[in-house]
């Protein structure tokens, strides 16, 4: 199953600045907006970034996103314990005509 | 505030037909694309496609010819029904809103879940 490709744990501490990346192809990061969604256990994404940089009213500023190339990042500066959760990546890939997400990164803040 | 209400059943046998239910609530419907993700146990989110706003689908590749998205633009609601459903179909499977400001990829509304298991 096509996906674009995440580490799949990483973690900080306290006050620390973490990032995520995610890989993809021409075909859809390169080409694409990339959005970023936020997942604590037993509940539904929430749309955390989107048009690959942007958020969405109500998320802190402490999140971020950017690109280069075929891969995106997802930084979280000023880390908190109740950042923990699972995120995921996804944009849109042309020549599979599909969205593709990304197998998701389970956050740890220790 | 929109909310995203989902139903279906829950446990279906190898073979049978996964239908479920999505309404929606506090919003417009119809200017909007609606879409159906799901994540099976352990694995990644999982686009299946949608009904964007002219009524039009959009399904994954993947699953094509086994996966019809329908709406009820009377009662606001639309619907995901896939067939011939395997061990493999086991997930959750989410609803989601797409096509506002934020994109039309991107989803910024979700239903509860509903988790799915096929098993004989």
């Known amino acids: 199953q096509p996906a674009l490709t995440q580490p799949p744990s990483a973690s900080g501490t306290p006050g620390q600045t973490v990032t995520i990346s995610c890989s993809g192809s021409?075909?859809?990061?390169?080409?694409?907006?990339v959005n970023w969604y936020q997942r604590f256990p037993g509940t539904a994404p929430k749309l955390l970034i989107y048009?690959?940089?942007q958020r969405p009213s109500g998320v802190p500023d402490r999140f971020s996103g950017s690109k280069s190339g075929t891969s995106a990042s997802l930084a979280i500066s000023g880390l908190q314990s109740d950042d923990e959760a699972d995120f995921y990546c996804?944009?849109?890939?042309?020549?599979?005509?599909?969205?593709?997400f990304g197998g998701g990164t389970k956050l740890t803040v220790v | 505030q929109v909310q995203l209400q989902q139903w279906g059943a829950g446990l279906l046998r190898p073979s049978e037909t996964l239908s479920l239910t999505c309404a929606v609530y506090?919003?417009?419907?119809?200017?909007?694309?609606w879409n159906w993700v799901r994540q099976p146990p352990g694995k990644g989110l999982e686009w299946i496609g949608n009904i964007d706003r002219s009524g039009s689908n959009n399904y994954n590749p993947s699953l094509k010819g086994r996966v019809t998205i329908s709406e009820d633009t009377s009662k606001n609601q639309f619907s995901f029904r896939l067939s011939s459903v395997t061990a493999a179909d086991t997930a959750v499977y989410y609803c989601?809103?797409?096509?506002?400001?934020?994109?039309?990829?991107?989803?910024?509304?979700w239903g509860r879940g509903t988790v799915v298991t096929v098993a004989s």
């Open positions: 506090g919003g417009s419907f119809r200017d909007y694309n």
């Open positions: 021409i075909s859809n990061i390169a080409r694409n907006t």
């Open positions: 996804s944009a849109w890939d042309d020549n599979l005509n599909r969205l593709l």
């Open positions: 989601a809103r797409g096509g506002s400001r934020y994109g039309y990829e991107a989803f910024d509304i």
């Open positions: 048009s690959t940089n």
